[in-house]
């Protein structure tokens, strides 16, 4: 592999340049270097660039190497220095070896210019080291002199101070010569050695680890204050000595209230994050149930299984569909780094062959490369037997981020997914190879200035890609997060207009990653087992008696939109589908019905999800009655753990989380037969040819509300700014609703409102404000700039629909 090297060269002679350059390649380096011949050039080199070496010619024209080697050693900068000459007397080589040269020798001998310089680099290294350790010495020597707490060290022997910092001197009075000759006892009036060493016995036994002194230190001069003298052994290979730690208890009454006021803003600290965890917690489940309704019933729809939809409104539906997955990806980024945050991001290793990772990732993304007209490939060098232990899903999260912004960002030619066995990182001998996924496209590129930011949180390349391709900002972050946590990395590789490459770097085996930590481990997919240090845990499923048909579910949530669409979904899987929103229903339905399966979702009204588990398993067994918990909470690893013998399966509501249910369902119950049921929309004649401007700086809220409302018959003009609205409006003032979204560029929503109320042909034009603002001063603030009615994001059409009825049919006066 080839090695960089920053070489700054004095060289006059063109032939000689092209020898050592030469010779450095064949050496195995790449690089960077610099030909110059001038004290001037050499100067402003030293101080405008970073150099790992310098190879300077003995005598040049203008000035000779030894002179730049004074150069070099006077701007204080510590970088090797190897000196060539055609012809070098030993006395020219004691001077250069006096003025500070790493090495010297003759052009002949160039064959020694590799070894050389590979000695001065890790002799440069190892100097570097010693600089950082000596510095982070001197720094902690500092912190323990300048410490507001007095410091000191006590010979075990004799009891006799061996060191006080400035603190402790400075209080006494005492110089350090001085204290070396006092013990404790010289400062405690009430103590003598004896006394003294019997307080500190448990230390010298080894039965305490520290010793808590209250007493009174006697100064220099013969005052004395209050003093917490808290001791400890320090164990050496060669000695021991007590390290005793004094706080000054003179200004303690002053200083308990302030220790009392910093407890309570712990307190509230503690408070405030177990509120932010709860509230993280209680928004999953408040966001992941609706959207996961909207997701499972836009999939129903979608299916068109009755053939009654037209084209378009597959078209339609295909749209909240993707919306409402693009969302819940949007929902889990904002979760995930809630998560890294807060230290609390959980993993499940699992073995998995790498060729099924590559098609199940290839599955994904050909007919994505297909749509947008690019060539999409994955090439594996292993075979197709080859395993690495890892979170699959947490690395398929990874792939995907990578794939995703790769197809996003390009507009042309291809996307290829690489993976293949890696070199071992420095530090890992004795484990196995890593495993490196190289996603390379044709897109854009990113400018160098640009590639250390785009691995942080909400950053892009710059604004304008971001309104011209969307997105957070948030995937390369979580990406790059999850990657160190399984013990690797992502690189970029790129250059604007030449596409890019990133890479991720996975260890084939991520377990010493989690050694000491609670690590939930999932079954593997494959015959041979884990090692026995890798816990497992085999999927129960249903007994005999309920394996085939399904005959009744019960879906236990408290979100009757949610069950309802979970019902009309699961209705092709079982004959009779129950529904409870409590436990107390639950319990009901399961004493007087036979339910072959239950799906739980935790969050109930008037009972915990898992004391409804406990509850049900008390009369029914794991094999007599299967459960599947189906929530939007997040969940420990430990959760799971201790409720694997009670629960069959535990899915997380999210985009194609309805898939993975069934996925689960299909364990259970393999043979279960498939019905048909479909719902019909109701139309609402009242709006037929009702002539609405709708407002919005959001193409895909056009798109979809514009669409969603010529279903319904009427008449759609829209506008992309307040401006363009009042253009509109002053051409044709016979529209009967104007639909206005109140964030947008060059003319919000609020000044078009107050511009239309001032035209008196308007003034009774019903206004109804659309805003993602949900607060009360929000509507206030519509109402005030003169809206006729108020409606918050996200829109729920039917609210809508009987909004746009109630003022398009009231007459306008």
């Given at each position: 592999m080839a090695k960089p090297l920053r070489v700054l060269l004095l060289e006059d002679s063109p032939d000689d340049l092209d020898l050592l350059l030469l010779h450095l390649r064949r050496g195995g380096f790449t690089l960077t270097y610099e030909c110059i011949e001038t004290e001037k050039e050499l100067r402003k080199s030293l101080s405008g660039s970073t150099w790992d070496i310098i190879i300077s010619d003995y005598s040049m024209p203008s000035f000779d190497g030894v002179s730049a080697l004074q150069i070099v050693r006077a701007s204080g900068l510590d970088i090797p220095f190897i000196l060539i000459s055609g012809a070098m007397g030993e006395e020219l080589a004691v001077e250069a070896m006096r003025a500070g040269a790493s090495d010297y020798f003759l052009k002949g001998n160039l064959h020694r210019l590799i070894p050389v310089i590979e000695r001065e680099l890790k002799e440069a290294k190892n100097r570097a080291r010693h600089r950082r350790v000596e510095a982070h010495r001197r720094r902690l020597l500092n912190v323990v002199q300048q410490s507001l707490n007095e410091i000191y060290m006590i010979n075990i022997s004799d009891l006799r101070f061996e060191y006080a910092n400035e603190t402790a001197l400075s209080n006494l009075g005492y110089t350090i010569r001085e204290i070396k000759h006092l013990t404790p006892a010289d400062l405690i009036s009430s103590y003598s050695d004896f006394h003294f060493r019997r307080k500190v016995q448990s230390l010298l036994d080894n039965n305490s680890g520290k010793v808590i002194l209250n007493t009174i230190f006697k100064r220099k001069n013969g005052t004395t204050y209050p003093v917490e003298m808290h001791l400890q052994i320090?164990?050496?290979?060669?000695?021991?000595?007590?390290?005793?730690?004094?706080?000054?208890?003179?200004?303690?009454?002053?200083?308990?209230?302030?220790?009392?006021?910093?407890?309570?803003?712990?307190?509230?600290?503690?408070?405030?994050?177990?509120?932010?965890?709860?509230?993280?917690?209680?928004?999953?489940?408040?966001?992941?149930?609706?959207?996961?309704?909207?997701?499972?019933?836009?999939?129903?729809?979608?299916?068109?299984?009755?053939?009654?939809?037209?084209?378009?409104?597959?078209?339609?539906?295909?749209?909240?569909?993707?919306?409402?997955?693009?969302?819940?990806?949007?929902?889990?980024?904002?979760?995930?780094?809630?998560?890294?945050?807060?230290?609390?991001?959980?993993?499940?290793?699992?073995?998995?062959?790498?060729?099924?990772?590559?098609?199940?990732?290839?599955?994904?993304?050909?007919?994505?490369?297909?749509?947008?007209?690019?060539?999409?490939?994955?090439?594996?060098?292993?075979?197709?037997?080859?395993?690495?232990?890892?979170?699959?899903?947490?690395?398929?999260?990874?792939?995907?981020?990578?794939?995703?912004?790769?197809?996003?960002?390009?507009?042309?030619?291809?996307?290829?997914l690489t993976v293949q066995h890696g070199e071992k990182k420095p530090g890992d001998e004795g484990r196995d190879h890593h495993i490196t996924f190289s996603v390379s496209d044709t897109g854009i590129g990113i400018a160098e200035s640009h590639q250390k930011h785009i691995f942080e949180a909400f950053q892009q390349v710059d604004s304008s890609d971001e309104r011209r391709y969307g997105g957070t900002g948030l995937g390369l972050y979580i990406s790059k997060e999850i990657a160190g946590f399984l013990g690797g990395e992502i690189t970029l590789q790129s250059a604007p207009g030449a596409g890019s490459t990133f890479t991720l770097l996975l260890p084939k085996d991520s377990r010493s990653r989690f050694e000491g930590s609670e690590i939930f481990t999932e079954p593997d997919d494959l015959d041979d087992e884990l090692p026995p240090d890798v816990e497992s845990r085999e999927s129960i499923p249903a007994n005999s008696a309920t394996a085939g048909q399904i005959q009744q579910i019960l879906i236990v949530d408290d979100s009757e939109?949610?069950?309802?669409?979970?019902?009309?979904?699961?209705?092709?899987?079982?004959?009779?589908?129950?529904?409870?929103?409590?436990?107390?229903?639950?319990?009901?339905?399961?004493?007087?019905?036979?339910?072959?399966?239950?799906?739980?979702?935790?969050?109930?009204?008037?009972?915990?999800?898992?004391?409804?588990?406990?509850?049900?398993?008390?009369?029914?067994?794991?094999?007599?009655?299967?459960?599947?918990?189906?929530?939007?909470?997040?969940?420990?690893?430990?959760?799971?753990?201790?409720?694997?013998?009670?629960?069959?399966?535990?899915?997380?509501?999210?985009?194609?989380?309805?898939?993975?249910?069934?996925?689960?369902?299909?364990?259970?119950?393999?043979?279960?037969?498939?019905?048909?049921?479909?719902?019909?929309?109701?139309?609402?004649?009242?709006?037929?040819?009702?002539?609405?401007?709708?407002?919005?700086?959001?193409?895909?809220?056009?798109?979809?509300?514009?669409?969603?409302?010529?279903?319904?018959?009427?008449?759609?003009?829209?506008?992309?700014?307040?401006?363009?609205?009042?253009?509109?409006?002053?051409?044709?003032?016979?529209?009967?609703?104007?639909?206005?979204?109140?964030?947008?560029?060059?003319?919000?929503?609020?000044?078009?409102?107050?511009?239309?109320?001032?035209?008196?042909?308007?003034?009774?034009?019903?206004?109804?404000?659309?805003?993602?603002?949900?607060?009360?001063?929000?509507?206030?603030?519509?109402?005030?700039?003169?809206?006729?009615?108020?409606?918050?994001?996200?829109?729920?059409?039917?609210?809508?629909?009987?909004?746009?009825?109630?003022?398009?049919?009231?007459?306008h006066f």
């Open positions: 320090i164990r050496e290979r060669t000695q021991s000595f007590f390290v005793a730690v004094v706080l000054d208890l003179t200004t303690h009454e002053r200083s308990k209230k302030v220790i009392e006021k910093q407890r309570e803003l712990a307190l509230q600290l503690e408070q405030s994050s177990r509120y932010k965890s709860e509230f993280l917690a209680n928004m999953s489940h408040e966001l992941r149930t609706p959207l996961n309704s909207i997701i499972l019933l836009s999939k129903l729809l979608k299916e068109n299984r009755l053939e009654n939809l037209s084209e378009n409104q597959v078209d339609y539906l295909n749209v909240i569909h993707d919306s409402g997955n693009n969302l819940m990806e949007l929902i889990n980024d904002v979760l995930d780094i809630s998560r890294i945050e807060a230290g609390e991001m959980s993993f499940r290793l699992k073995r998995i062959r790498i060729s099924q990772l590559c098609k199940t990732i290839a599955n994904i993304f050909l007919p994505l490369a297909q749509e947008k007209g690019l060539n999409f490939s994955v090439h594996y060098n292993g075979n197709g037997e080859e395993t690495m232990i890892t979170d699959p899903l947490r690395t398929e999260q990874i792939l995907k981020n990578l794939l995703s912004n790769a197809l996003k960002f390009t507009e042309k030619g291809s996307v290829r939109i949610h069950a309802a669409a979970l019902k009309e979904l699961l209705e092709t899987r079982t004959r009779i589908c129950l529904i409870a929103e409590t436990a107390r229903d639950t319990y009901k339905i399961l004493e007087r019905f036979s339910v072959d399966l239950v799906i739980l979702d935790l969050g109930l009204p008037d009972a915990d999800g898992f004391e409804v588990i406990d509850t049900i398993r008390s009369t029914h067994s794991i094999k007599e009655l299967p459960l599947v918990v189906y929530s939007g909470r997040s969940l420990a690893p430990e959760t799971e753990r201790v409720y694997a013998d009670r629960v069959n399966s535990f899915v997380m509501k999210s985009s194609g989380s309805f898939q993975q249910l069934n996925r689960e369902i299909n364990k259970l119950f393999p043979e279960n037969i498939q019905a048909h049921t479909a719902r019909i929309d109701q139309m609402h004649t009242s709006l037929l040819n009702k002539r609405i401007l709708l407002v919005d700086d959001d193409q895909r809220n056009i798109y979809s509300l514009k669409k969603a409302l010529e279903t319904y018959g009427m008449t759609v003009t829209t506008a992309s700014n307040g401006a363009e609205a009042l253009a509109l409006l002053t051409e044709d003032s016979s529209f009967d609703v104007v639909l206005m979204d109140m964030m947008m560029p060059e003319m919000n929503g609020y000044e078009a409102t107050v511009k239309i109320r001032e035209n008196p042909a308007l003034e009774h034009l019903p206004v109804i404000a659309v805003t993602a603002s949900a607060m009360p001063a929000d509507k206030k603030r519509c109402m005030d700039a003169g809206t006729s009615d108020y409606l918050s994001k996200p829109i729920h059409l039917e609210h809508l629909l009987s909004l746009i009825e109630l003022w398009a049919n009231k007459p």
